[in-house]
C-alpha cells in the first residue's frame, strides 16, 4: 500500500507566475484535502475535494484553484503568485471525507518559494 | 482570535523527562482533538486522538482533553531523542471538513 506522493518537493517560482502542484492519494482514498504551511505555523486549510467535486473551501482567494481526477489524485494550481504564498503545501487524502480522522494521511509536502 | 492556540516553544528537556504540551481552542463545537508529530522536511503524521472530553494513552504518549475549560494536552514519559520534532495540535467539528491546527511546538530531547 503506497502512502501519499507529492511532486515537485520543491521548486521556486517567480512572483506573478503560475504553478501546478501534484499529489497521488493513498490507495482506497477517495478524498483529497490540502493545506498551505507557512513557515513556522500549522497548517491552513485551503479546500477539500471528494469524488471529483470541491468539498468545502478555506479563507484562500479564487487564484487558488484544485481539480481532482477519476483516480483520485488532484492538483493545487496557484495564479499570480505573491511572496506570501511561499509556503510548504501539504496534500492529505482519507477514505471517506475526514472520518475516521484516523486514516487521513498527510503528504510530505511541496516546498514552494515565491521571489 | 485564532481557532486553536498553541505555545510555539521552543522547548529543550533531557532524555527521560516527561514533557507537557498544550493547547488551548475557542470553539465548543469541537469533538476531536488530534496530535501530529511533524518532523523537519516531512509531513504531518497522527500520533493519537480523542472523541470529546477525556484521556487516551498509547505507549508513552497520553492525550487530555478537558472541554469545559477548552484545553488540549500531550504528556509524552520518557522522552527519547527520536521524539525531537515540532508537535502540532489540530481540532474537527463532528461534521466538518476542515482541521484547524495550531501553530506547533518544537521540541528538542537532549541525550
Known amino acids: 500500500e503506497t502512502g501519499v506522493t507529492q511532486s515537485p518537493t520543491h521548486l521556486i517560482k517567480t512572483r506573478g507566475q503560475q504553478v501546478t502542484l501534484r499529489c497521488s492519494s493513498q490507495?482506497?482514498?477517495?478524498?483529497v484535502s490540502w493545506y498551505q504551511q507557512a513557515l513556522g505555523q500549522g497548517p491552513q486549510f485551503i479546500f477539500q475535494?471528494?469524488?471529483?467535486?470541491?468539498?468545502g473551501r478555506g479563507n484562500f482567494p479564487p487564484r487558488f484553484s484544485g481539480l481532482q481526477f477519476p483516480n483520485y489524485s488532484s492538483e493545487l494550481n496557484v495564479n499570480a503568485l505573491e511572496l506570501d504564498d511561499s509556503a510548504l503545501y501539504l496534500c492529505?487524502?482519507?477514505?471517506?471525507?475526514?472520518?475516521?480522522?484516523?486514516?487521513?494521511?498527510f503528504g510530505s509536502g511541496t516546498r514552494l518559494t515565491v521571489v | 482570535q485564532k481557532e486553536v492556540e498553541q505555545d510555539p516553544g521552543p522547548l529543550s528537556v533531557p532524555e527521560g523527562a516527561i514533557v507537557s504540551l498544550n493547547c488551548t481552542y475557542s470553539?465548543?463545537?469541537?469533538?476531536?482533538f488530534m496530535w501530529y508529530r511533524q518532523y523537519s522536511r516531512k509531513g504531518p503524521e497522527l500520533l493519537m486522538y480523542?472523541?470529546?472530553?477525556g484521556n487516551k494513552e498509547d505507549g508513552r504518549f497520553t492525550a487530555q482533553v478537558d472541554k469545559s475549560s477548552k484545553y488540549i494536552s500531550l504528556f509524552i514519559r520518557d522522552s527519547q531523542p527520536s521524539d525531537s520534532a515540532t508537535y502540532l495540535c489540530?481540532?474537527?467539528?463532528?461534521?466538518?471538513?476542515?482541521?484547524?491546527f495550531g501553530t506547533g511546538t518544537s521540541l528538542t530531547v537532549i541525550p
Open positions: 492529505a487524502s482519507s477514505p471517506g471525507g475526514n472520518k475516521p480522522v484516523g486514516g487521513y494521511t
Open positions: 490507495s482506497g482514498h477517495n478524498t
Open positions: 475535494y471528494y469524488r471529483e467535486e470541491e468539498n
Open positions: 470553539n465548543s463545537a469541537f469533538q476531536y
Open positions: 480523542t472523541y470529546s472530553s
Open positions: 489540530a481540532t474537527l467539528v463532528n461534521t466538518g471538513n476542515q482541521f484547524y
